[in-house]
């Protein structure tokens, strides 16, 4: 207790902002590479985005921003992009040319077994250089939201030869897992506008195991822990951090299970609804954080479908009589001569994995459900689904909620990727929605819950429903 007493007492003094801002986060020592970093290399992902950037970018509010691009007209409802590039150079200071970036940019489209957006970047028809300094981007279809998901980390664009980048930020120093990234003068300034240098603008980026991480801010050895999931949440309450430096994003996305195998008791929707009206979604996300959203339909809002949210039928059933009937659907498949039904659960490992689990495990086990639980590797007929949304369409919602899906639904997710107009569209999105409520092919929970510990010299850290927070715009927004 006294230990927890110090270390609370010792995190709720105001750091002084002096010196480099250190920002630790999960992933090993990264490289500016071509080749995109993994999903799971915060570190990495970070490091692309200010060392190099791609087309356009997000700011601290997770909104667009210029990146390469100064501006952009967007054109036959999102079927044309016309992006006029900046002037402005390379790390080494050579200018940065519309044909080499047309090049990187179809490399980049082209990684497709490494880029989680490739499944939303297929409408893309050509890129082409129309002058020195502007470049086109024609689509097949229309995407009047390309532009969130060309800011993402992993579209970022890094010449190949030299493996340098035209980001905000250049690597002045790497050792083992630390590397030390500084601020490029602004393009768009004149050079009597341009930001005297201090050294509080540069930052160390720490990439390390989420646990090191967390001490290391407990310890006020750095500035940021970053990219907090449920995984390691209990951990922040034993390290004693301060109310004030816990941050939690408004993160747009996907909680939920996944039926992963519909064979046995989840091969009928009405005992996968049972599932869904068996977990107590407040509870679960209470014993968490109060700040974490519970949730009950896939899509968060209409987005870009042509109706609301889509309900199913087991939600029509009072809160208050959820258990009684999930309880009354696995006696009668028991009455029908099945044996007890045994799931097994694929979670997140760590202590909170662990809460998760304890959390599911007695819900399910209160209907007559036997979970078992298993790595989030290991094979499952539940397995959890916990991703941030890259761009705010029903499209990428359907697609996580699929997996499999009946054809109902399969088949209107496949017309809404090829539709030719944004009407037809919004329709199909509404098709498949529907039909995957009806189908209960996916359980939604919550919206992820994503966290961050930040110092309060870091001014212009900002939540944002995108849960991202490029280092150069920690400590003090641009002019």
């Given at each position: 207790m006294a ?10 003094e105001r750091?002084?902002?002096v010196g480099a801002?250190?920002v630790?986060?999960?992933?090993t020592a990264?490289?500016?590479s ?13 490091l692309?985005d200010a060392?190099?950037?791609g087309?356009?970018?997000?700011d601290?509010?997770?909104?667009i921003e210029?990146g390469?691009a ?13 992006f006029?590039l900046r002037?402005?150079?390379?790390t080494?200071g050579?200018p ?5 970036i047309?090049?990187?940019?179809r490399?980049?489209?082209q990684?497709r077994a ?5 499944d ?21 279809r229309?995407?009047?939201?390309l532009?969130k998901l060309?800011?993402q980390?992993?579209m970022?664009l890094v010449d190949?030869?030299r493996?340098?980048g035209?980001?905000p930020m250049?690597?002045v120093?790497?050792?083992?897992n630390?590397?030390?990234l ?20 540069d930052v160390?980026?720490v990439?390390e195991?989420?646990?090191a991480?967390i001490a290391r801010?407990a ?14 949440w209990?951990l ?5 951090v301060a109310?004030?430096?816990i ?6 996305g ?14 009928l ?10 977990i107590d979604r407040t509870a679960?996300?209470?014993s968490?954080s109060?700040d974490?959203r519970?949730?009950e339909d896939?899509l968060?809002a209409?987005?870009d479908s042509a109706?609301?949210?889509a ?8 809160p208050?009589?959820?258990?009684a009937t999930?309880?009354a659907?696995?006696?009668a498949?028991?009455?029908?001569g ?10 997140p490992?760590g202590?909170g994995g662990?809460?998760l689990?304890?959390?599911?495990a007695?819900d399910?086990?209160?209907i007559?459900?036997?979970p078992?639980?298993v ?11 916990d991703?941030?949304?890259p ?14 899906c009946?054809e109902r639904a399969a088949?209107a997710?496949?017309?809404a990727?090829?539709?030719?107009t944004?009407a037809?569209?919004a329709r ?5 929605d529907e039909a995957?409520a009806?189908d209960?092919?996916?359980i ?5 819950f994503r966290?961050a ?9 900002q939540p944002?429903?995108r ?10 927004a641009?002019?």
């Open positions: 230990l927890s007493l110090l270390l609370a007492t010792t995190a709720c750091r002084p902002d801002v250190i630790s986060a999960a992933g990264p490289r500016l071509p080749v995109i970093p993994a999903p799971d290399d915060l570190a990495g992902l970070l692309a060392a190099a950037q087309l356009v970018r997000f601290a509010a997770g909104q210029p390469i100064e501006r952009w007209i967007v054109t036959d409802e999102g079927r044309t992009y016309i006029r002037e402005m150079t390379w080494n050579r940065v040319r519309a044909a080499e047309v090049t990187i940019l490399s980049r489209l990684q490494r880029n989680p957006l490739a939303y970047l297929t409408a893309v028809d050509s890129v082409v250089e129309m002058t020195p300094q502007v470049i086109q981007v024609e689509l097949s229309p995407r009047p939201d532009l060309f800011a980390p992993e970022t190949p030869a493996a340098i035209s980001g250049r690597i120093r790497q050792a083992g630390v590397t030390r500084t601020p490029r003068p602004d393009p768009n300034r004149a050079a009597d506008e341009q930001h005297e240098p201090v050294p509080e603008d160390l980026l990439a195991r989420p646990a991480g801010f310890e006020r050895k750095s500035d940021l822990f970053a990219g907090g999931r449920l995984s390691e209990p922040v309450a034993a390290a004693g109310q004030v430096n941050r939690v994003d408004p993160a747009a996907v909680f939920g299970l996944a039926v992963s195998r519909r064979e046995g008791f989840l091969a929707p009405e005992n996968r609804a049972a599932i869904a009206m068996a679960l996300t209470r968490f109060q974490w519970p949730a896939l968060p209409a987005l109706a609301p949210p309900h199913g039928a087991w939600q029509a059933v009072r208050a009589d959820r258990v999930a309880q659907r696995v006696s498949w028991r009455e029908a099945n044996p007890v039904p045994t799931l097994r659960l694929a979670l490992g202590s662990t809460l689990w304890a959390r599911l007695a399910l086990f209160a007559g459900v036997r078992v639980r790595s989030a590797t290991d094979d499952a007929d539940l397995r959890l689904v991703l941030v949304a761009y705010d369409s029903a499209r990428w919602y359907v697609d996580q909620a699929c997996r499999p009946d088949v997710i496949e017309a990727r090829v539709a030719p944004l037809i569209r199909e999105l509404a098709a498949a995957l009806a209960v092919a996916f939604p929970l919550a919206r992820p966290w510990l930040v110092a309060q010299r870091l001014r212009a850290w944002n429903d849960a991202w927070h490029p280092l150069n715009l920690l400590r003090r641009p002019n």
